[in-house]
């Protein structure tokens, strides 16, 4: 059974920092692309990043580009998302997704298993 566990959300200031984790287990990690997407209350889940199955490609949604950073660990099974100068237009409720195949990519509907979802709040 597949599960996908995020952590690391919480309140922060704009301009300041966060960092996302998240926890696969069963599946042979290496063999997924990973991506992260957002969904603020009332609109469409959106992309914010991927990582291709080895981690040497990452994909960044402009609107984060410079700011966010994606990077993964195969021995440990994890993805995480730095986030930088946040901006209260980055609150949203954060998911981790999977994706058979090493190739990353921007689509939701491209992926296979979801986390639960960690909220992220940027005070102005």
């Known amino acids: 059974q597949v599960q996908l566990v995020e952590s690391g959300g919480g309140l922060v200031q704009a301009g300041g920092s966060l960092g996302l984790s998240c926890a696969a287990s069963?599946?042979?990690?290496?063999?997924?692309?990973m991506g992260w997407f957002r969904q603020a209350p009332g609109k469409e889940r959106e992309f914010v990043g991927s990582i291709s199955g080895t981690g040497g490609s990452t994909y960044y949604a402009d609107s984060v580009k410079g700011r966010f950073t994606i990077s993964r660990d195969n021995a440990e099974n994890t993805v995480s998302l730095q986030m930088n100068r946040l901006k209260p237009e980055d609150t949203a409720v954060y998911y981790c997704?999977?994706?058979?195949?090493?190739?990353?990519?921007?689509?939701?509907?491209?992926?296979?298993?979801w986390g639960q979802g960690t909220q992220v709040t940027v005070s102005s």
């Open positions: 997704a999977g994706r058979r195949g090493a190739a990353a990519h921007a689509t939701k509907e491209r992926y296979d298993y």
């Open positions: 069963g599946l042979t990690f290496n063999n997924y692309a």
